[in-house]
């Protein structure tokens, strides 16, 4: 398997990794290369995406009461 190949859990574990910190440069050409060549993953970061926004408004009314 080429180091740049990334199945889509792999893919996934990478995506949510990178919310964190900066991944190294090796693993963001994978992640970008998949992202082009899958259907699912993007979903999976729109996914995510939307459940950092809910629970960022979850913390801002929870902090507000």
């Keep these: 398997m ?4 990334r199945t889509c859990k792999e893919v996934s574990l990478l995506v949510m990794q990178a919310q ?5 440069w ?5 992640l970008r290369l998949h992202m082009m060549a899958c259907d699912a993953c993007p979903r999976i970061v729109d996914q995510l995406a939307l459940m950092r926004r809910a629970t960022e408004r979850w913390r801002s009314y929870s902090e507000n009461e």
């Design 20 to 24: 964190e910190l900066q991944l190294p």
């Design 2 to 5: 080429s180091l740049l190949k």
């Design 26 to 30: 090796r693993e963001r050409l994978a």
